[in-house]
């Protein structure tokens, strides 16, 4: 019976300590993890902005270059040269995808697309990420809707190419775009005509 007593005493203690680490832990790594995505966070604008920094001078960079807005509870970032760049998220094929569009100062051309989280398929869908298929978004006019053509085939101002072995990925990525340009446009259009 003292042995049980003693066993108890025993992981009730352990699991005191160890619950007190993590918290401790807990406590000290949450405001640079906060951090590190804010810093994140800048530099997928900067970069979705065309404006050159490197990892050392985002803050400063983004500080110096970007202001941030917010109309009707949309958040939204502007620059000097009026290029406007927001957030974006919605579902992708398997999981969530986020990253920032950037619009040229006609509020119906793309600046630039930058992808800060995916879970797609590593090595098909998750070429979404890759600087090649990125590029193609910028100049592309997004009035009427960006549509999805077939590799190789996108000629017309709003159409982007799919990714040979991950056409729904692509679909789903377009999706997105679309729908948080049309959800989104219209507050920041309303704000920046004020």
């Not at 951090?35 to 803050?59: C, R």
């Amino acid at each position: 019976m003292k042995d049980k007593i003693l066993m108890i005493v025993f992981v009730l203690v352990l699991g005191s300590i160890l619950t007190t680490a993590l918290v401790t832990v807990n406590f000290f790594t949450t405001p640079v993890i906060e951090k590190n995505e804010q810093i994140a966070t800048k530099s997928s604008i900067l970069k979705a902005l065309n404006i050159i920094f490197d990892a050392d001078s985002v803050e400063e960079i983004f500080a110096e270059n970007v202001e941030q807005r917010q109309e009707e509870g949309t958040i939204y970032y502007v620059t000097a040269d009026s290029n406007i760049a927001f957030s974006y998220s919605g579902s992708g094929l398997w999981g969530p995808i986020e990253g920032i569009i950037a619009v040229q100062p006609d509020f119906e051309t793309l600046k630039g697309i930058t992808i800060i989280r995916q879970e797609e398929t590593p090595g098909l869908g998750s070429r979404i990420t890759e600087a090649d298929y990125l590029a193609q978004f910028e100049g592309k006019r997004f009035a009427e809707g960006l549509k999805l053509v077939q590799p190789g085939r996108g000629s017309a101002d709003n159409e982007i190419d799919s990714i040979t072995g991950a056409t729904m990925t692509s679909d789903a990525f377009i999706s997105i775009l679309n729908e948080n340009l049309q959800v989104t446009m219209p507050a920041i259009r309303q704000g920046e005509n004020q």
